[in-house]
């Protein structure tokens, strides 16, 4: 009995074990890794670049991040530095902190921040970088004033930041204090000058500066300088973190499929050998003990019938 017990309860934990990592196979998800393409407005060729001097107009394009029909919020795009690797919000990090960004007049936005909506988002009417689409991808046109910025923490205080020291480049992260690190993504902007031999395009440039950098300092003459981040709606809660984005369903049904079949023939072939167990202890069981012999009965002494003696 005791060996029937060992057996079912060995093939109970390989069934379970078995069974565990199926189904946590299945229910993980895959993440998308959001990744940013960054190129010069007009000039296709000039990748991951901006000029040091001039303000640099962009196309920033994103693929692989998570959209949320009628999510609250979106996704921020910001041009700015972070500091390491552990930066983003999902992480504990904060502005003015682990990272600094440009700011913008959100009155009187300039281009050096974008709100990318979630398709049907309450907040949509005030996206400037369009619509994060079902398939994780958004575009727009923002503006990147030089290799050093003013950044403006929590507080209002002023810090400079210049990029020739430090690496800046394209930040995103969840817009509306929805943190959500599916949607956190860096990508470093190099500096080299654009300009040179076409006067043309360096005055227009510096003239482009000069008229964002006096709508900034207006913005912070009337108090301090305002932001997409700081003077949005606030979140329905707290915090949100969203959850990872799901694999493709036409990925998951051959790897559901196989694992349904594979823990269906092992449960087949444990149920099987149970059965062989029990019925072979049953039939030991009611097999009696090989018979020993028998003693040799022993000769007794009958006495002489009186009768019959002479």
């Given at each position: ?296 009965p022993q000769a007794t002494t009958q006495p002489a019938d009186p009768g019959k003696q002479a």
């Amino acid at each position: 009995m005791n060996r029937i017990r060992t057996t079912l309860a060995a093939a109970g934990l390989a069934l379970a074990a078995v069974l565990g990592s199926a189904v946590a196979g299945a229910a993980a998800p895959a993440q998308a890794a959001g990744s940013v393409s960054v190129v010069v407005a007009d000039r296709p060729e000039l990748v991951g670049v901006a000029d040091p001097n001039y303000l640099t107009e962009v196309t920033v394009s994103g693929s692989g991040f998570q959209s949320i029909p009628n999510g609250f919020g979106g996704l921020y795009v910001f041009f700015g530095w972070v500091d390491g690797g552990a930066w983003a919000p999902s992480q504990g990090g904060a502005t003015g902190s682990t990272y600094r960004y440009v700011y913008d007049d959100e009155s009187n936005p300039v281009g050096y921040q974008l709100f990318v909506s979630f398709p049907g988002s309450s907040t949509e009417y005030a996206a400037n970088g369009g619509e994060l689409a079902a398939d994780g991808t958004w575009s727009g046109t923002m503006k990147i004033p030089g290799s050093s910025f003013e950044s403006y923490d929590r507080n209002g205080d002023v810090t400079p930041v210049d990029c020739l020291q430090v690496q800046c480049g394209i930040i995103t992260i969840g817009a509306h204090g929805v943190v959500n690190p599916s949607n956190e993504t860096f990508t470093p902007i190099t500096f080299q000058d654009l300009y040179s031999g076409d006067a043309a395009a360096a005055a227009a440039a510096e003239a482009e500066k000069a008229a964002a950098d006096a709508a900034a300092a207006q913005a912070a003459a009337g108090g301090s300088a305002t932001s997409l981040e700081t003077d949005a709606p606030a979140p329905v809660s707290t915090t949100i973190i969203a959850a990872p984005v799901a694999a493709d369903d036409s990925a998951l049904v051959p790897i559901l499929l196989g694992t349904v079949g594979g823990v269906g023939l092992l449960a087949i072939a444990a149920i099987v050998f149970l059965v062989w167990a029990v019925l072979s202890s049953r039939k030991r069981a009611a097999t009696p003990a090989a018979a020993t012999p028998a003693a040799a009965p022993q000769a007794t002494t009958q006495p002489a019938d009186p009768g019959k003696q002479a």
